[in-house]
């Protein structure tokens, strides 16, 4: 069993940064491939991004490329995601999601293998 819990959303300017950090409790975490997905309003949730369970390898929506890393310290059972050089349409409730299924296999974007999401915190950005 993982619980996750997202922090560090706010209201930042366009072209600015924001840190989102995802804290985990369970054993599971370390064994586990993470993501963040978001979804604005009106809007389906999308891949933000995923992390293997090492922190070795990472994948990218291709709205985020290049703007956006993931990364993980299994020390402190914590995911980040470092947002730079933010859009408006970044704007979205950004949700922590872990892999805990040990057998499951696939691109890191598919939410249905996913079983452990956060509440979300919710990422505004202001033209």
């Known amino acids: 069993q993982v619980q996750l819990v997202e922090s560090g959303g706010g209201l930042v300017q366009a072209g600015g940064s924001l840190r989102l950090s995802c804290a985990a409790s369970g054993r599971t975490f370390a064994s586990s491939v993470m993501g963040w997905f978001r979804q604005g309003p009106g809007k389906e949730r999308e891949f933000v991004a995923g992390?293997?369970?090492?922190?070795?390898?990472?994948s990218y929506g291709e709205s985020v490329k290049g703007r956006f890393t993931i990364s993980r310290d299994n020390t402190k059972n914590t995911v980040y995601l470092q947002m730079n050089s933010l859009k408006p349409e970044d704007t979205a409730a950004y949700y922590c999601?872990?892999?805990?299924?040990?057998?499951?296999?696939?691109?890191?974007?598919?939410?249905?293998?996913?079983?452990?999401w956060g509440q979300g915190t919710q990422v505004t950005v202001s033209s």
């Open positions: 992390i293997s369970v090492s922190g070795r390898s990472t």
């Open positions: 999601a872990a892999r805990t299924a040990p057998l499951y296999s696939g691109s890191y974007d598919q939410i249905p293998s996913y079983d452990a």
